[in-house]
């Protein structure tokens, strides 16, 4: 008897590789860059971006695509602060995005007209580390309520990710978060990690995070 396993997972990830190439040549090809953030629920990356489309909105052409697990909440939030077309990507249950709903949200919009994507991504740090979603880079946003050991905990997140925002800063004086900890752990994992020390809430470190994207912008390639 002669038995023929069929790998499922591996044919899946191999199409979803194939559409994430197609997603960096359209995207290539109009020198735009994109930015998957991701994170774990309540990190604060939808403020994050809020705050980045009040400050940048006006002066840059940003496109943003949101993915979320049951509701399209997000998506909402951040349609109140552009004019530009927000897309949101209901999962209905699945743990992240994938390149095909990347490309298909692509389609909406006009690339010619843009000079950067903000992809939302949905809040986990397990499955989405796995998925290539075509962008120019990760971003990982996690926050000083999580805990110092977070990248030790999801290192191939952190691995993957070219940048990191430290969240919600403005809370350091009220709960017991080692900063310095948290940053070696995560050069640890991942030696040529970029930090962003931000509060999404109160605006601290919010400026150093736009001048990046301003670079982003500029040069279709993160800096």
């Known amino acids: 008897m002669t038995i023929r396993t069929i790998e499922v997972r ?3 990830m191999a199409r979803n590789d194939e559409l994430a190439a197609e997603v960096r040549k359209r995207l290539s090809a109009h020198h735009v860059g994109a930015l998957n953030l991701v994170s774990a629920p309540g990190s604060g990356k939808t403020l994050l971006l809020e705050r980045t489309l ?7 052409s940003l496109a943003v695509i949101a993915g979320d697990v049951q509701t399209q909440n997000d998506a909402d939030r951040l349609a109140r602060h ?8 209901v999962t209905h249950g699945g743990c992240h995005l994938d390149a095909r709903q990347v490309l298909v949200a692509l389609e909406a919009l006009d690339l010619q007209a843009t000079d950067l994507v ?3 991504n949905v809040g986990n740090l397990v499955c989405p580390a796995s998925w290539d979603l075509g962008e120019t880079a990760k971003v990982v ?3 000083v309520t999580e805990g110092e050991d977070k990248p030790l905990k999801y290192p191939k997140m952190f691995q993957q990710a070219r940048y990191a925002v ?3 800063i403005d809370l350091l004086p009220h709960v017991p978060f080692d900063l310095d ?3 070696h752990h995560a050069h640890a994992v991942n030696a040529d990690l970029r930090f962003f020390l931000t509060s999404a809430l109160t605006g601290e470190g919010i400026e150093e995070w736009c001048d990046f994207v301003r670079a982003c912008a500029r040069s279709a390639l993160p800096v």
């Open 10 to 12: 591996e044919k899946v």
């Open 54 to 60: 009040e400050r940048l909105g006006d002066e840059l």
């Open 82 to 89: 552009t004019d530009r077309l927000v897309q949101a990507v």
């Open 118 to 120: 903000f992809i939302e």
């Open 141 to 143: 946003v996690f926050s």
């Open 166 to 168: 430290l969240n919600k």
């Open 181 to 183: 900890l948290a940053v």
